[in-house]
């Protein structure tokens, strides 16, 4: 295997690269396959951005057909045939079924950049500045979405104060039986908490980078009444949580809520394609003609790819009720685990197909991820502390492959814990077996 090169010259920066050094050469479907052919089960998919799997065969062939006749690739944002054909989709697959009414914004082609666009029109609107974020929340790498992020190993990378958000606790922040949003809602209601009336409210309904931590579905409406209270916009970003993921297009849509603004991105081309878009109420469109606009805002083979598979896993219900049935699967397994070790050691958390299996420390995930690579299978962790084992396999996943990683899963568990016996280490556990 020559890696020489990305020893000579790539930037220090890669992350997935040190966890999963091996040249990957091939994929199809849940697999990647390295320059020997070797098959690795993929419970990464590209950190949430190959929800339906690597080349589709469906979506190979219409990027294929199109590529073939020398239709437009980049377009700026002038109309396109493309364009008109995914807006289409849209409006008659996603919105008018759900009774929603949004206008869309393509922003630059990365998921930060649409959190930067929705967090602008939000101050617009509303002149105020300020944002409410919540802990553990991930939004970006650029300064804006960074404003709004938690996580202080991407924070301190910024170079330079982080200012115009003040962060909330989230869902479960503060313990079982704490309802968060009555504390915000105090925060607010006092002129003197210090807190400066926000502009907006972004939040994650499953918190995707801060450890798969799901807000329950009456928290959700709490917030958006709060919102409404306190003359504040809801943003969802449903960047990782959405096109699928929990098992309905939105990740919201089960608590019935609808946020002035969403963000998109990561699985929204279908096929790995960049691609981000604003959702915003019509309202809300009061942009200046270039206001917020980026060059490669007008990728036309992602629009024909996210068109496709619009039409092709979602005008009905079958492709969502499948997710759901996986995401039971996902429940099982790692629930197993954590009733076999004790919550003491594990504890699970997440929705439909964005679980995590919760490990005291991230030493211990770390160890787990690494003995599932060892034995071909690509699953990363998540959290503050990288203490989160992560499923974000693909959602079209057979079952009998979904079943196979998840065991591998459970093996490496196993063989873990019985390794720190072994050795003596907290974690230390003669109580072994697979999970079946």
Same mark, same amino acid.
């Given at each position: 295997?020559?890696?020489?090169?990305?020893?000579?010259?790539?930037?220090?920066?890669?992350?997935?690269?040190?966890?999963?050094?091996?040249?990957?050469?091939?994929?199809?479907?849940?697999?990647?396959?390295?320059?020997?052919?070797?098959?690795?089960?993929?419970?990464?998919?590209?950190?949430?951005?190959?929800?339906?799997?690597?080349?589709?065969?469906?979506?190979?062939?219409?990027?294929?057909?199109?590529?073939?006749?020398?239709?437009?690739?980049?377009?700026? =944002?002038?109309?396109?045939?493309?364009? %008109?054909?995914?807006?289409?989709?849209?409006?008659?697959?996603?919105?008018?079924?759900?009774?929603?009414?949004?206008?869309?914004?393509?922003?630059?082609?990365?998921?930060?950049?649409?959190?930067?666009?929705?967090?602008?029109?939000?101050?617009?609107?509303?002149?105020?500045?300020?944002?409410?974020?919540?802990?553990?929340?991930?939004?970006?790498?650029?300064?804006?979405?960074?404003?709004?992020?938690?996580?202080?190993?991407?924070?301190?990378?910024?170079?330079?104060?982080?200012?115009?958000?003040?962060?909330?606790?989230?869902?479960?922040?503060?313990?079982?039986?704490?309802?968060?949003?009555?504390?915000? =809602?105090?925060?607010?209601?006092?002129?003197?908490?210090?807190?400066?009336?926000?502009?907006?409210?972004?939040?994650?309904?499953?918190?995707?980078?801060?450890?798969?931590?799901?807000?329950?579905?009456?928290?959700?409406?709490?917030?958006?009444?709060?919102?409404?209270?306190?003359?504040?916009?809801?943003?969802?970003?449903?960047?990782?949580?959405?096109?699928?993921?929990?098992?309905?297009?939105?990740?919201?849509?089960?608590?019935?809520?609808?946020?002035?603004?969403?963000?998109?991105?990561?699985?929204?081309?279908?096929?790995?394609?960049?691609?981000?878009?604003?959702?915003?109420?019509?309202?809300?469109?009061?942009?200046?003609?270039?206001?917020?606009?980026?060059?490669?805002?007008?990728?036309?083979?992602?629009?024909?790819?996210?068109?496709?598979?619009?039409?092709?896993?979602?005008?009905?219900?079958?492709?969502?009720?499948?997710?759901?049935?996986?995401?039971?699967?996902?429940?099982?397994?790692?629930?197993?685990?954590?009733?076999?070790?004790?919550?003491?050691?594990?504890?699970?958390?997440?929705?439909?197909?964005?679980?995590?299996?919760?490990?005291?420390?991230?030493?211990?995930?770390?160890?787990?991820?690494?003995?599932?690579?060892?034995?071909?299978?690509?699953?990363?962790?998540?959290?503050?502390?990288?203490?989160?084992?992560?499923?974000?396999?693909?959602?079209?996943?057979?079952?009998?492959?979904?079943?196979?990683?998840?065991?591998?899963?459970?093996?490496?568990? =196993?063989?873990?814990?019985?390794? %720190?016996?072994?050795?003596?280490?907290?974690?230390?556990?003669?109580?072994?077996?697979?999970?079946?």
């Amino acid at each position: 295997m020559d890696t020489q090169i990305f020893d000579r010259i790539e930037s220090e920066v890669q992350s997935y690269a040190r966890s999963f050094p091996v040249l990957f050469s091939k994929a199809k479907g849940a697999y990647l396959f390295d320059e020997e052919g070797q098959a690795y089960l993929d419970f990464l998919a590209g950190a949430g951005t190959l929800n339906y799997g690597h080349n589709h065969p469906v979506l190979k062939e219409k990027l294929l057909a199109y590529l073939g006749e020398d239709y437009i690739v980049h377009g700026l =944002d002038m109309h396109t045939c493309a364009k %008109r054909n995914f807006l289409n989709q849209l409006e008659e697959v996603i919105f008018k079924p759900r009774d929603m009414q949004y206008i869309v914004q393509f922003t630059g082609p990365t998921g930060t950049n649409a959190v930067e666009a929705a967090l602008k029109i939000a101050r617009n609107i509303k002149g105020r500045s300020n944002i409410v974020t919540f802990t553990n929340g991930f939004h970006g790498v650029s300064l804006g979405s960074l404003a709004v992020t938690g996580n202080s190993h991407h924070r301190d990378a910024a170079g330079v104060e982080l200012n115009g958000a003040t962060v909330m606790p989230y869902d479960g922040y503060m313990g079982e039986g704490v309802d968060t949003t009555e504390y915000i =809602d105090k925060q607010l209601s006092d002129s003197s908490s210090g807190v400066d009336k926000p502009a907006a409210v972004i939040v994650e309904t499953v918190q995707g980078e801060g450890g798969i931590n799901a807000a329950s579905l009456q928290w959700l409406r709490n917030l958006e009444k709060l919102c409404k209270k306190h003359d504040m916009l809801l943003i969802v970003d449903d960047i990782q949580a959405g096109c699928g993921r929990t098992g309905s297009f939105f990740s919201f849509e089960d608590a019935g809520i609808k946020p002035d603004i969403i963000t998109l991105s990561k699985s929204l081309s279908g096929y790995g394609l960049p691609f981000s878009v604003v959702l915003m109420k019509p309202e809300l469109d009061q942009w200046k003609p270039g206001e917020h606009n980026g060059t490669f805002r007008g990728h036309n083979p992602a629009f024909v790819t996210a068109a496709a598979a619009l039409d092709h896993f979602w005008r009905d219900n079958t492709f969502a009720n499948e997710v759901k049935k996986k995401g039971h699967i996902i429940s099982e397994y790692f629930g197993a685990i954590a009733q076999k070790y004790g919550d003491q050691w594990f504890t699970t958390t997440g929705r439909g197909m964005m679980q995590g299996l919760v490990c005291t420390n991230g030493e211990l995930a770390n160890e787990i991820t690494s003995e599932a690579f060892r034995r071909k299978l690509i699953i990363e962790t998540s959290g503050a502390d990288s203490h989160v084992v992560k499923t974000l396999c693909p959602l079209t996943i057979s079952e009998e492959d979904l079943r196979k990683g998840l065991r591998i899963v459970s093996d490496s568990v =196993d063989t873990v814990m019985q390794a %720190r016996a072994q050795a003596g280490k907290p974690g230390a556990s003669s109580n072994v077996g697979a999970v079946a």
